[in-house]
């Protein structure tokens, strides 16, 4: 009996290339925004200093193959009045949600 799982790729797919699409943005800070993807659905969270940088982040998920929806829950702030660093601090959820999905197909 093999086991095929569908669809799990496919979010990996779609959160490394979200990611590498904010990476390689240079009007976004490296590490101010996060993602977490859930069946082609996107949510941005984290820090930005300007509102044209919450904007092209946005842009920028919209274009990658596979995404079909995206909420915005990046908030402007200037950098005096940063509270924290998004770095990875939504990982866990993303990898959670894999598993989610990925448990939900096998049975």
């Known amino acids: 009996m093999r086991?095929?799982?569908l669809g799990v790729r496919d979010v990996l797919d779609i959160y490394?290339?979200?990611?590498?699409?904010?990476y390689w943005d240079l009007a976004i800070p490296r590490y101010g925004v996060s993602v977490e993807v859930d069946h082609g659905l996107v949510t941005l969270h984290g820090e930005?200093?300007?509102t044209?940088?919450?904007s092209c982040a946005e842009q920028?998920?919209?274009?990658?193959?596979?995404?079909?929806?995206v909420t915005n829950e990046i908030v402007v702030r200037a950098a005096g009045q940063r509270r924290f660093s998004a770095g990875s601090m939504h990982t866990k959820?993303?990898?959670f949600n894999i598993d989610r999905?990925?448990?939900?197909?096998?049975t």
Do not use: M
């Open 3 to 5: 086991l095929v799982v």
């Open 16 to 22: 490394v290339e979200t990611v590498n699409a904010l």
């Open 48 to 50: 930005v200093e300007r």
């Open 52 to 54: 044209y940088q919450r």
């Open 60 to 69: 920028d998920v919209r274009r990658v193959p596979g995404v079909i929806g």
């Open 93 to 95: 959820k993303i990898i």
């Open 101 to 106: 999905q990925s448990q939900a197909l096998r």
